[in-house]
């Protein structure tokens, strides 16, 4: 079991930044992947970026270029440091904990309650 909490969402201006962290706790937290996801209102759920527990990564066209994935274990911490935000960007943000580097969210078993980033024009 992994249980996860997002903070650092907010409120920025466009071209802002932002650093979303996804705090970790319970049994084999460094072996399991760690996800971003978001969803904006009227969307699905998009893949942000992820990172294992060895520090490899997979990234999206939403994150590569503007937004960078971290993770530090000694504090089961994940990371999503967040630049140059648009309007597009708003939406819900959630971390999800799974056991490999997917894409997909049927892949991540145990996810937090989200936290929201609003972009204004």
């Known amino acids: 079991q992994v249980y996860l909490g997002e903070t650092g969402g907010g409120l920025v201006q466009t071209g802002g930044s932002l650093n979303l962290s996804c705090a970790a706790s319970?049994?084999?937290?460094?072996?399991?992947?760690i996800a971003w996801f978001r969803q904006a209102p009227g969307k699905g759920r998009e893949f942000v970026s992820a990172?294992?527990?060895?520090?490899?990564?997979l990234k999206s066209e939403i994150s590569d270029g503007r937004f960078t994935i971290s993770r530090d274990n000694a504090k089961n911490m994940v990371y999503l440091q967040m630049k140059s935000l648009e309007p597009e960007d708003t939406a819900v943000y959630y971390c999800?904990?799974?056991?490999?580097?997917?894409?997909?969210?049927?892949?991540?078993?145990?996810w937090g309650q989200g936290t929201q980033v609003t972009v204004s024009s």
């Open positions: 999800a904990a799974g056991g490999g580097l997917y894409y997909g969210d049927e892949y991540y078993q145990f």
């Open positions: 319970g049994p084999s937290f460094s072996r399991h992947t």
């Open positions: 990172i294992s527990w060895y520090t490899n990564s």
